[in-house]
């Protein structure tokens, strides 16, 4: 089983993305489990702070040391040493599906939502052992880095999938996009699913999936290929 904790200033922007399709279903066969803490639950005072002014000026607030801190001693505490102590950051590594296919091999994660303008520095520096960009973009938190995150690397666990060669062939998993797809009907209204995937012969098809998905990431990422001109 994957163990994932995330630690989050609003709880409730989680809430939906586990309790559906695959995630649901993944946790209820016990091949999963998610759970989100509040990090106020570690708030210095009584009004519940976890945030404070940034040293030096300017606008925006920082998460602080001793709540972060005390919240991830207090998990180690319960559930033992994370595999991944995981924040998400614009500065981060750009996520990708390498990266999901090794976190979806560990037992233990633990993901970071910063908010605001981030988190106090030194608990990057003494705890976080892997920090993530989803892309080239802001949020106004990393709860839904979270959700993504999560959702990318629990449908690759084993067992999870209905059909558990299908995440094998996703976009990505060989630096390639995936093919074109079609269903019933074969033709529609006047726009027909190309012969070689009606014709019963899996070697032909399994060859022209291949030159689909070499053409299709040729045209749209080449980047993939190391074809791109830029």
Request: hydrophobic share 40%.
């Amino acid at each position: 089983m994957l163990h994932i904790d995330i630690l989050t200033v609003v709880p409730e922007l989680l809430e939906g993305p586990f309790s559906h399709s695959i995630m649901k279903r993944a946790k209820e066969k016990g091949l999963l489990s998610v759970q989100t803490h509040n990090l106020r639950q570690w708030a210095i005072n009584k009004h519940m702070q976890v945030d404070d002014y940034q040293f030096g000026g300017g606008a925006g607030m920082v998460l602080m040391c001793e709540p972060l801190a005390n919240a991830i001693e207090s998990l180690q505490a319960a559930g033992g040493p994370y595999d991944e102590i995981i924040y998400f950051t614009p500065d981060g590594t750009t996520y990708n599906q390498s990266t999901a296919n090794r976190l979806s091999l560990k037992g233990r994660l633990l993901l970071i939502c910063g908010h605001y303008k981030g988190i106090d520095e030194r608990i990057r520096q003494q705890y976080v052992t892997l920090e993530i960009s989803i892309g080239d973009y802001v949020l106004s938190g990393g709860e839904l880095a979270a959700a993504v995150v999560t959702d990318s690397i629990g449908r690759l666990i084993p067992g999870v999938l209905n059909d558990e060669t299908s995440a094998l062939f996703d976009s990505f998993q060989d630096n390639l996009l995936a093919p074109p797809v079609y269903t019933r009907p074969a033709d529609f209204r006047g726009m027909k699913v190309p012969d070689v995937l009606l014709s019963g012969d899996p070697k032909l098809v399994e060859d022209w999936r291949y030159e689909e998905a070499l053409r299709r990431t040729r045209e749209r990422r080449p980047d993939l290929l190391g074809d791109d001109p830029a």
